[in-house]
């Protein structure tokens, strides 16, 4: 039997943009979700969505694993960036934009 | 229901050097807007500065605090903002 612990960690394995939302990227469910949607279009970055309110294992266990109380929570190669606040700030200064280069962007 | 003020004072008696403004322009005890200074801060990445936030306010984070849109400075980020 495979833990919420380990689904977690073989989602952030296979993916190299992977954002735990509530909702899903066409109808995200909360505006902090939202915003961090759109910080990831605007940047054109390919990304998969996880929508913790079909899930309530991986809703509270997300939290544990990041060691952090909300979401929206986006890593990238591997790596917990944050929440949609620190998502807004690394977009507006340029430092995600760098996180991301390299990633095939979508069409 | 929680007040901005029980987070300004939670968050200045737990983090060293710490200056919080702390707003709750909906006024529904539940969303909250905070920016917070900490000598804490200096050196770690925003992920981590945020984490010392989130520890210090602990249980309330998951039960009387709805939504807590954040922003971190150190002492020095803050006197350039």
Same mark, same amino acid.
């Given at each position: 039997?495979t833990?919420?612990?380990?689904?977690?960690?073989?989602?952030?394995d296979?993916?190299?943009?992977?954002?735990?939302?509530?909702?899903t990227?066409?109808?995200?469910q909360?505006?902090f979700s939202?915003r961090?949607?759109?910080?990831?279009r605007?940047?054109?970055?390919p990304?998969r969505?996880?929508?913790?309110?079909?899930?309530?294992?991986?809703?509270e266990?997300?939290k544990a694993f990041s060691?952090?109380p909300?979401?929206?929570?986006?890593?990238v190669?591997?790596?917990?960036?944050?929440?949609s606040?620190?998502?807004?700030?690394m977009?507006?200064n340029?430092?995600l934009?760098?996180?991301?280069a390299?990633?095939?962007?979508?069409a | 229901m =929680?007040s901005?003020?029980?987070?300004r004072?939670?968050?200045?008696?737990q983090?060293?050097?710490?200056t $919080?403004i702390?707003r709750? !322009?909906?006024?529904d005890?539940e969303?909250?807007?905070?920016?917070?200074t900490?000598?804490? =801060?200096?050196?770690?990445?925003?992920v981590?500065?945020?984490?010392?936030?989130?520890?210090?306010?602990g $249980?309330?984070?998951?039960? !009387?605090?709805?939504?807590?849109?954040l922003?971190?400075?150190?002492?020095?980020d803050?006197?350039r903002?």
């Amino acid at each position: 039997m495979t833990t919420t612990h380990e689904r977690i960690q073989q989602l952030v394995d296979a993916n190299e943009v992977l954002l735990f939302m509530k909702g899903t990227a066409d109808y995200p469910q909360c505006g902090f979700s939202m915003r961090a949607v759109s910080v990831l279009r605007a940047l054109g970055v390919p990304f998969r969505d996880v929508n913790v309110l079909q899930d309530p294992e991986i809703r509270e266990g997300i939290k544990a694993f990041s060691n952090w109380p909300t979401i929206p929570q986006l890593y990238v190669k591997q790596q917990f960036v944050g929440g949609s606040d620190i998502m807004m700030e690394m977009y507006e200064n340029g430092e995600l934009e760098t996180l991301v280069a390299g990633i095939a962007h979508q069409a | 229901m =929680f007040s901005a003020e029980r987070i300004r004072a939670i968050l200045e008696a737990q983090l060293p050097d710490c200056t $919080a403004i702390v707003r709750d !322009d909906l006024q529904d005890g539940e969303h909250f807007d905070a920016e917070v200074t900490s000598s804490a =801060f200096v050196g770690l990445p925003k992920v981590r500065q945020h984490q010392l936030v989130y520890g210090a306010l602990g $249980a309330h984070m998951r039960s !009387d605090i709805h939504a807590l849109a954040l922003k971190t400075f150190t002492p020095d980020d803050w006197k350039r903002r």
